[in-house]
């Protein structure tokens, strides 16, 4: 068993934070190969490997992204505006989540004010105000640009074994994103890319079975401050169950 320095570990994990800004540098194919190895060491549910990745890069990247911003245009329109801009996402259904998950969720209460947490010390970071909704819904559309990221891998899970499938990619997902923190990438998963699930499909052959869980947005991080952001880390305490 080869020596492994522990407190360096803790650094290193400790050290990888989401990356919502992306240089345009191409990342070459033997390191997405490289990190998918690497993510492929992640345990799994009877070694069963319950999960398919897409990995889009070039013209298919941009496709799917020049889909999701229009999707978004109109859903978005929807939420801000009025009646008509409902009715006519109602009518015409573009921009309705195509989701093979459930991705828009009210938040537990009990989990609320962590969410809150999140977007309001974010938002300060960029300087947008709380109320200011034009200013948060654009930002929030970098999403569908994936950050500027030259890649984007799409994680699906065989639905056949439920959650075991979810939590299997959920590893790999973090083992793929600790490589490329390791190889100086950096990495987003992406909720966001599994609202439209039918724009994925369109550019990859998906087995029969397979849902559309999550993206990860992938690149090397540009300087801009929304890279600095350190998110909340919940002290272990808030996690422990206390005995009976
Ligand atoms: C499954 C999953 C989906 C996520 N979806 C998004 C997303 O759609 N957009 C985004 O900006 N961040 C997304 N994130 C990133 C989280 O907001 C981020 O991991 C969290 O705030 C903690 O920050 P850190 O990763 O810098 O430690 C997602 C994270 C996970 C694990």
Request: with cysteine; proline share 5%; glycine share 8%.
């Amino acid at each position: 068993m080869p020596k492994f320095n522990a407190e360096s570990f803790s650094d290193f994990v400790a050290s990888r934070r989401t990356t919502r800004d992306f240089l345009p540098t191409p990342v070459p194919q033997e390191l997405i190969d490289t990190l998918l190895t690497d993510a492929m060491t992640a345990p799994s549910w009877s070694n069963t490997r319950p999960y398919l990745v897409a990995t889009a890069q070039g013209e298919v990247r941009d496709r799917i992204s020049k889909e999701f911003l229009a999707r978004w245009e109109q859903a978005s329109k929807a939420l801000g505006g009025g009646f008509l801009a409902k009715a006519k996402l109602f009518v015409t259904r573009y921009g309705l989540p195509t989701s093979d998950y459930k991705v828009n969720r009210v938040y537990p209460k009990v989990l609320q004010p962590r969410s809150a947490r999140v977007g309001a010390e974010l938002y300060a970071l960029l300087g947008i105000d709380r109320k200011d909704q034009k200013a948060r819904q654009a930002q929030w559309a970098r999403n569908y640009e994936f950050f500027g990221a030259p890649v984007s891998f799409f994680i699906f899970t065989h639905s056949g074994l439920g959650e075991y499938s979810v939590s299997d990619a959920g590893l790999f997902m973090q083992n793929l994103m600790l490589s490329a923190h390791a190889h100086g990438l950096g990495t987003c998963a992406q909720g966001a890319s599994a609202v439209w699930a039918d724009a994925v499909r369109k550019e990859f052959e998906v087995p029969e079975g397979y849902k559309l869980l999550c993206g990860i947005a992938l690149g090397y991080p540009s300087d801009h401050k929304v890279n600095g952001f350190n998110a909340d880390r919940l002290p272990i305490s808030d996690i422990k169950l206390k005995n009976k």
